[in-house]
Structure formats: C-alpha cells, structure tokens
C-alpha cells in the first residue's frame, strides 16, 4: 500500500472522526452557521474553491483505482469533492438554497453525521492497521 494512501486515511479518517462528533454537540448552531453560509455568497464561494482545490490535489496525486479498499475508498473521497466543488461554483444561489432545503439537512442532521463519522471510523482503522 502507497505511504500517500495511508497518509489521506489516517487525514481524513481522523478529520471524519473529529469534525462530527464535535458538530453533533451543537446541532442548532452548525445548522444555523451553515445556512448563514449559503445565504453568504462571497464567503460560499471561498468555501466551494477551497473544496474544489482539495478534490483536484487529491485527484491528481491519488487517483488510484487498486490496491485494496482503503485506496479506492480515498481516490472516491478525491473524486466526491473535486465533483462537488464543480457542482457548487456551477449553480446559481437559489438553486444552492433548494438544493439545501431537498436535502432536509437540518431534519437529517444526525444520519449525514453519522454516515461522515462511520467514514471516519474505517478510514482511520484500515490506515492504522496498513
């Protein structure tokens, strides 16, 4: 297994591990803070190229599509954010505020949490564990 495919592991599994158990504790104030920042369009858009440089270092320097689960896992990673980032610079605001409002994210707060924590918790034991 590449050293930089267990590096991006143990990075973002921690990251993943760290970022929701924190947010979990302040349901009201994330949900609030993130609906600010959609409604924050030069801020959004800081957001949205900093996830779209954070994609494409990733895809560039492990776009590794073998070797195991953990280095697909990573590469997809790269790839969801790179995509994503493309995404949100392409849409106009309002669609970014209906896409926000369909995905009932405050509704669902603790399931995208839980599914990003769950991430972070393989990451992290099969990066250790390389």
Request: with cysteine.
């Amino acid at each position: 297994m590449s050293p930089l495919t267990v590096f991006l592991g143990k990075l973002i599994g921690l990251y993943c591990i760290i970022a929701p158990l924190a947010l979990m504790r302040y349901k009201q104030s994330t949900v609030a803070s993130i609906r600010a920042l959609i409604r924050n369009p030069p801020l959004l858009l800081l957001v949205e190229v900093i996830a779209l440089i954070s994609g494409l270092a990733m895809v560039l320097g492990h776009n590794i599509w073998s070797g195991g689960a953990l280095a697909v896992v990573v590469t997809l990673i790269g790839w969801l954010l790179t995509v994503r980032g493309i995404v949100l610079l392409a849409l106009p605001e309002d669609v970014k505020l209906k896409l926000f409002d369909a995905l009932r994210y405050e509704e669902r707060y603790f399931v995208f949490m839980g599914v990003v924590l769950v991430l972070g918790i393989y990451l992290t034991i099969a990066a250790f564990s390389a």
